[in-house]
């Protein structure tokens, strides 16, 4: 085999994989799995395995091949920082690494400092905390690099806690740092940490997460959501490519379909892009779609948001017309995630709800009550649904009916 | 904000420490170790420190106490770097099977001129390997010089004395006053307190916190729009406490406060009411019995900035999202004598309940929490 062709197989193997679940709501960040299928009757017969966890957190597993990745926070002040790795087929604990934080870690008793989720180009795992510390692992534990943004930049945090996750693209780790006060967002070097560029943002408090969308030429850019609407960046530069300057929500995060922006901004606002520079098109807006603390999702041609209370609303995605509801049983902070048109919905209560969408007005097809409080946004991969708790990690990957 | 030791001291640790490091590892251990000893702000020498982290974590376990030796005078991004390594080999070894030096992890945790962070990693180890043998040193950290060991140990009185709540009561308070005295963590000093209350003792929690409970006030001075976060008004220029100046609607002075509250909130809204939009300021003196290193420690879910002996030293704009007992601890280096605190307190817009507190408690320590108070 000629070497150029090692390299490129090598660099493939390296890279994620479809099935991989490389950040918050998937590799796409829309929610929706596109590997094998999941089972949709669940009751307790379908959890693979659960394990205990080291310290609490809300933040989604990353599962990348035959791992699965998991941040946490222990100590009286949340100040010890988990991450650990498990064998995808058994639960076992393949290694654990801990930090101690160098930024403040004191949160809404809610949550914790393990809030905001990790993300993975596929060969390396790059973990955040509230604290802002920052660290950067390859699969197997190692140590590549770590910063501490909150003491980097002493007066970037929040009293209620941090909770953005990040995303990786072209290279660059985006993090989103913004607060009250020393409000930024940071683009770091994949391979070193160090800054390639930080922007100041809005003054406040901003627990939303960075979208990936591609640009009229292909190439990927970030959406950054804040109080004053979305900002759209390079990756590699954090240069501005446009931005909608409407005001948007500070706790759920933009969803990006088919090119288009799903923003919870005025309720529920469409964007379409236009040319770099130019303002986007706003393809329509509704208030009757405005989400909770959960995230739009987008499967198809329809849009579906949740309220706090667990209330389900599906829309026409092509334009925002309401077309039914569904009261599940609520609380719910989780975002819905998807596999095989299903939707699976996670309670505060840590009860699993999977819904047939495509039935008129929605059906909840069956349930798994986990009898643990889930803040988390379930993650999908292998055919299983992974959710945590404070104090748990199931792996649910068995049909009751099979 | 995190403390920062002063830089002179972590100088001279650092150089300590590593002198002691090369002399008892081999050099190119130690030259790793000195790589993440390097790392510092923005992420400053983490190309060095990946490419020694691998040599650092190759090492077998006799080189553990190595490692955390290299934690000594270290700043908090390098403690990761170490941190990291030494887990490392401990999981690898104990995968293999291949014993910790136990003895040796001993003599490390009784050390206490180590670093308290290493020191507790040290002990966590001995757990690991031998728990019954941690167990039985934990009652002995009740004074340690870290939190964390301190902390547990700790709690192990209260949990002991809990026992006896229900047949021995003089014994369950002795044993909650024991555990009141060596406590330095603040949710925890509050638990025990809760515990002797519930038993019908009194509690000083003023005493227990030691707040700075004397000060002088002044206000309101405008605050319009959060403009008066970076405003200079007058006691930013000089405090002159007999000095009448102006203020948001009219003169003002300054006014005696002297908190009872438990919690030692310097409260804004008692003498000037319940104000939108506002500055006001706070000025108390403290007499230090010699020049010292301490932490200034506020709480507060109003705006803030913090002047110790005319110097700035922090400050940050943030409203009503939070508040607790040291939510910041700022390092500051007192004089022998008499030192001036100023506090800037600034309150928002916002309208609803929750957003009429004005006010911020505060406490001088040392690192650990053991409350300084004023010697007079």
């Not at chain 1, 979305?230 to 995060?253: I, L, M, Q, R």
């Not at chain 2, 014994?171 to 949710?187: H, N, W």
Request: proline residues 5%; hydrophobic residues 40%; glycine residues 8%.
């Amino acid at each position: 085999m000629k070497l150029p062709s090692l390299g490129l197989a090598c660099l493939l193997a390296l890279s994620a994989r479809a099935d991989d679940w490389t950040q918050f709501r998937g590799p796409a960040g829309n929610g929706i799995a596109t590997g094998p299928k999941l089972p949709t009757k669940l009751d307790t017969r379908s959890v693979t395995w659960a394990v205990d966890l080291p310290g609490r957190g809300l933040s989604s597993p990353v599962i990348i091949g035959d791992r699965v990745f998991v941040t946490a926070s222990s100590g009286a002040r949340q100040d010890r920082l988990h991450v650990l790795c498990f064998n995808l087929a058994d639960g076992s604990l393949r290694w654990e690494r801990q930090f101690w934080a160098t930024g403040r870690t004191m949160t809404h008793e809610k949550i914790s400092a393990a809030t905001p989720s990790p993300a993975s180009d596929g060969r390396r795992i790059f973990a955040i905390f509230s604290s802002n510390d920052c660290a950067a692992l390859d699969l197997d534990g190692d140590l590549l690099w770590y910063r501490g943004l909150g003491r980097d930049y002493p007066n970037a945090s929040n009293s209620l806690g941090m909770s953005s996750s990040l995303v990786v693209a072209d290279g660059v780790l985006v993090a989103q740092v913004e607060n009250d006060s020393e409000s930024f967002t940071a683009g770091l070097d994949a391979a070193t940490g160090l800054n390639r560029w930080k922007i100041d943002r809005p003054k406040k408090a901003n627990w939303t997460s960075p979208s990936l969308l591609k640009g009229a030429d292909g190439k990927t850019l970030v959406a950054l959501q804040s109080s004053k609407g979305v900002t759209v960046v390079e990756p590699a530069t954090g240069k501005t490519v446009w931005s909608y300057d409407d005001g948007a929500s500070t706790v759920p995060s933009t969803t990006v379909s088919e090119g288009k922006l799903y923003v919870p901004s005025q309720g529920l606002t469409v964007l379409e892009p236009a040319a770099p520079g130019q303002p986007p098109k706003q393809l329509w807006r509704s208030s009757q779609m405005r989400p909770g603390t959960s995230s739009p999702l987008v499967l198809g041609d329809r849009v579906f948001t949740m309220n706090d209370g667990g209330i389900l609303s599906c829309a026409d995605a092509a334009d925002g017309k309401r077309l039914w509801q569904l009261r599940l049983k609520g609380p719910f902070s989780a975002t819905p995630v998807s596999a095989g048109g299903f939707l699976y919905c996670v309670n505060e209560k840590g009860l699993v709800q999977v819904v047939d969408p495509s039935k008129p007005d929605g059906v909840v097809v069956s349930e798994l009550d986990l009898a643990q409080a889930v803040i988390g946004t379930p993650s999908i991969a292998a055919g299983s649904l992974f959710v945590r708790s404070d104090g748990k990690l199931w792996r649910i990957g068995r049909d009751s009916a099979l | 904000m995190m403390a920062h030791r002063p830089l002179h001291a972590l100088c001279l640790a650092s150089a300590l420490s590593l002198a002691s490091a090369s002399a008892a590892t081999p050099a190119p251990l130690a030259g790793a170790l000195r790589e993440l000893r390097d790392v510092a702000a923005e992420g400053k020498g983490n190309i060095p420190a990946s490419a020694a982290w691998k040599h650092v974590a190759a090492a077998d376990a006799k080189a553990v106490p190595a490692i955390l030796a290299a934690m000594d005078g270290a700043n908090d991004y390098a403690l990761n770097w170490l941190r990291a390594a030494a887990e490392t080999v401990a999981q690898r070894e104990a995968a293999a099977g291949r014993a910790l030096p136990v003895a040796e992890l001993r003599k490390f945790l009784a050390d206490v001129k180590h670093h308290p962070k290493a020191r507790r990693f040290a002990y966590e180890l001995i757990a690991r390997a031998e728990p019954a043998t941690a167990r039985a040193l934990l009652p002995g950290f009740v004074n340690d010089p870290g939190n964390e060991l301190r902390r547990e140990a700790v709690q192990g009185l209260v949990d002991a004395a809990a026992k006896n709540v229900a047949t021995d009561k003089a014994a369950a308070v002795a044993g909650f006053r024991s555990a009141l005295g060596y406590s330095r963590e603040a949710d925890q000093v509050d638990d025990i307190a809760k515990r002797l209350t519930d038993l019908g003792e009194k509690v000083d929690l003023q005493a227990a916190f030691g707040w700075v409970t004397r000060w002088k006030l002044i206000g309101p001075f405008d605050n319009t729009g959060g403009a008066g976060f970076e405003k200079a008004f007058a006691p930013e220029r000089s405090v002159d406490l007999a000095a009448e100046t102006d203020g948001k609607t009219a003169k003002v002075r300054w006014v005696d406060l002297v908190t009872k509250s438990d919690y030692g909130f310097v409260d804004f809204n008692q003498p000037f009411k319940e104000l939108k939009e506002v500055t006001g300021y706070a000025y108390a003196e403290f007499w230090s019995d010699k020049a010292r290193t301490a932490q200034v420690r506020i709480g507060t879910d109003n705006g803030w900035k913090l002047w110790v002996n005319g110097k700035f030293l922090f400050g940050r704009e943030e409203y009503h999202r939070n508040t607790e007992v040291d939510q910041y601890r700022v390092p500051v280096e007192l004089k022998a004598g008499s030192n001036t605190f100023l506090v800037k307190c600034t309150q928002n817009e916002q309208v609803e309940d929750w957003t009429k507190t004005w006010q911020f408690q505060l406490r001088v320590t040392d690192d650990l929490g053991t409350p300084i108070v004023s010697a007079k």
